[in-house]
Structure formats: C-alpha cells, structure tokens
C-alpha cells in the first residue's frame, strides 16, 4: 500500500509538472523570450502545480482499492465531477 501510495503521488506530481514546463516554454515562445515573473511568482506556480498534481493522483488510491464497496466508489466520482464543475 505504501508503494502504491509514493508511486501514485509521483506520477501525479510529475505529470503536472511536465505539463507546466511545456505550457510554460509555449508562453515564453509566444511573448518572444520577454516572459517574466516577479515577487517569487514562479515558485508559487510551481508549489500550486504539485499540490494540484497531488490533488489529482491521491484519490486514485481509493478507485484502485478492492475494499471499497462500488456504491463508495460511485459516489466519490460523482463527488469529483461535481466539484471539477463548480
């Protein structure tokens, strides 16, 4: 379970990090190389960026989980998309 559990937040932070490089690289293509950041501004995108690949990859230790009855499972999911929507 613990492996589970490091190999999950991994994936998940690591994910979220790639994409911010790659979104990143494309906005300092678009503003020709000008693109800047002040007041630490790219720490917190990046302290932002783990806590949402965490946020992403921690609950998939509940749907992986065999103990779970189906109808917690369910509901958890609603309980995703309901809150993605909002």
Same mark, same amino acid.
């Given at each position: @379970?613990?492996?589970?559990?490091?190999?999950?937040? /991994?994936?998940?932070? &690591?994910i979220?990090c790639?994409? /911010?490089?790659?979104?990143?690289?494309?906005f300092?293509l678009i503003?020709?190389g000008? /693109?800047t950041?002040?007041? #630490?501004?790219f720490?917190?995108?990046v302290?932002?960026? @783990?806590i949402?690949?965490?946020g992403? &990859?921690?609950?998939?230790l509940? #749907?992986?989980?065999?103990?779970?009855?189906?109808?917690m499972?369910?509901r958890?999911?609603?309980?995703?998309?309901?809150?993605? /929507?909002?």
């Open positions: @379970m613990k492996k589970q559990l490091m190999k999950s937040i /991994f994936e998940g932070v &690591s979220a790639i994409l /911010f490089c790659l979104i990143g690289v494309i300092d503003y020709g000008t /693109f950041l002040t007041s #630490y501004s720490t917190k995108m302290i932002g960026t @783990m949402v690949g965490l992403f &990859s921690l609950p998939t509940i #749907y992986e989980n065999e103990k779970y009855f189906l109808s499972r369910m958890n999911i609603l309980c995703l998309y309901k809150h993605s /929507f909002i």
